[in-house]
């Protein structure tokens, strides 16, 4: 028999992600729209999202955030892009993105003094090998193997080197030990539900300090540029964006942004998602035909929640059943991933509709074994 109750809302994906409970299109109306982004009211909203963002993570008062274009596949290139070449380079990489850095540095950059530590879906790499007195490049959360680093530890406050963090699914959710990153990464179509295109780069002092007396090799194009002529574009972090950003996707980012103040901060968002995890964790304990990808849980994920099964058909099987029924969507493993299902369980999802999801799971399971 079918569950007779639906989750409330069916989007389970791991980006573009959930809207944030109650949001509606009405809600945008106050958008800046066919206005110059340069009018002093389109600069406004741009300096209010950046402003907003840092009040809601906590972020130093001497860090600098700006938006970019390229959601966060821009913002990290950029940032690989302008800093690296300086000293020696330390990646680390477990899953699909992460290893997409790598061959960006790697076979793009083709920088030499570079050492990859990496590890299996599933699993993290041995974070202590890395040595911060050079740069270091990560992923905060592997948003294709549910996995994530359990804190900042094995980084040193008073390092030589800088650490450039993609945190795109880790922004908003988790506590970023702000003293051990110095350049942070997110798009806005993750945890707080915006729209994609538009990315996030946060830069600590000595990021800037390096933009400011580093010149890279190699050409940038204009739309990846952070300095010039020895100096930060400073416009950029003040809403004097690089090129033109839609003012529909501003509002929709501030959106959340005000969603997210509302129900209490950065605590009650991580809190959201932790909930999140723990009903997730709760279902796959009582059902015998699924685990996490993850075997550790001092290192899961509490956004994107990977899960593995043995019948790789099954797997496909159940997101495809559960997609048309219209219980839930986008709840596939990620493409590279061993096979599963990742549901998203980031602020914006309740866990009420995760609840009200799991036995669709068990029903879509039988279902295809019947
Ligand atoms: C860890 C990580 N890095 C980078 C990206 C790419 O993000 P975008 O498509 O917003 O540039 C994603 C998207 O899911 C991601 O999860």
């Known amino acids: 028999m079918q569950p007779a109750a639906r989750p409330q809302n069916p989007q389970f994906s791991s980006g573009p992600c959930a809207k944030r409970p109650g949001w509606s299109l009405g809600g945008l109306e106050a958008a800046c729209v066919g206005r110059s982004h340069r009018s002093a009211e389109g600069k406004a909203k741009l300096a209010e999202a950046i402003d907003r963002s840092r009040k809601l993570l906590g972020m130093p008062a001497d860090y600098r955030l700006g938006i970019v274009p390229g959601s966060d596949t821009g913002a990290v290139e950029m940032a690989l892009w302008s800093l690296l070449g300086a000293r020696g380079v330390d990646l680390l990489a477990w899953e699909a993105f992460g290893k997409g850095w790598v061959a960006d540095v790697v076979q793009q950059l083709k920088l030499k003094d570079v050492r990859s530590f990496e590890a299996d879906y599933g699993a993290l790499p041995d974070l202590r090998q890395t040595d911060s007195d050079r740069d270091i490049v990560f992923t905060w959360n592997g948003t294709t193997s549910g996995v994530r680093v359990p804190n900042g530890d ?11 963090c993609d945190a795109t699914s880790a ?41 400011e007396s580093y010149k ?17 574009i400073d416009g950029i972090f003040k809403g004097d964006t690089i090129n033109t950003p839609s003012m529909l996707c501003v509002e929709d ?25 723990a009903a997730i964790a709760a279902w796959v304990g009582r059902t015998p035909w699924i685990e996490f990808l993850a075997a550790d849980a001092a290192i899961r994920s509490p956004t994107s929640v990977c899960l593995k099964m043995a019948d790789a058909k099954a797997a496909g099987g159940i997101a495809d059943l559960l997609a048309k029924e219209g219980v839930a969507y986008d709840i596939g493993a990620y493409r590279d991933a061993p096979p599963g299902l990742r549901i998203w369980g980031g602020a914006t999802v ?6 009200a999801l799991f036995p669709w799971l068990d029903w879509a399971w039988a279902e295809l074994y019947r």
């Open 216 to 232: 890279p090799a190699w050409p940038l194009p204009k739309i990846f540029q952070l300095s010039k002529g020895g100096k930060l």
């Open 350 to 355: 309740e866990t009420a509709d995760l609840q």
């Open 253 to 277: 980012a501030l959106d959340g942004l005000r969603w997210a103040e509302a129900i209490g901060g950065l605590p009650a968002l991580i809190a959201r998602s932790e909930a999140n995890l």
């Open 171 to 211: 922004a908003f959710a988790m506590n970023l030990p702000w003293d051990r990153l110095d350049v942070v990464t997110w798009s806005w179509q993750k945890v707080l539900g915006g729209e994609a295109a538009h990315g996030m780069i946060a830069l600590s002092p000595r990021a800037v300090a390096r933009l």
């Open 154 to 164: 094995w980084i040193k406050p008073d390092r030589q080197g800088l650490t450039i």
